[in-house]
């Protein structure tokens, strides 16, 4: 359980020091995402998973 709160917290900090670094940036790329058809964003999406699932079972593999 405690690697679930580590796991959300690491996230937390990463989006926090993306929307903290470049605001406008994230309004462009918000923008940007709005105009894909729902099926790209699904891809993207699915795609996103499956690397996190891939990181999370390598650095388990691994030991750390």
Sequence with gaps: MIWVIL???LV???EG?????APSRVEQVLAMMARLP???RRLIGLVSVAVGATL???VRWVGF
Excluded: K, N, Q, S
Aim: glycine share 6%; aromatic share 6%.
């Design 38 to 40: 729902v099926e790209t």
């Design 56 to 58: 999370v079972a390598l």
């Design 7 to 9: 796991a959300f917290g």
């Design 17 to 21: 020091l993306v929307l903290a670094l």
């Design 12 to 14: 937390a900090i990463a």
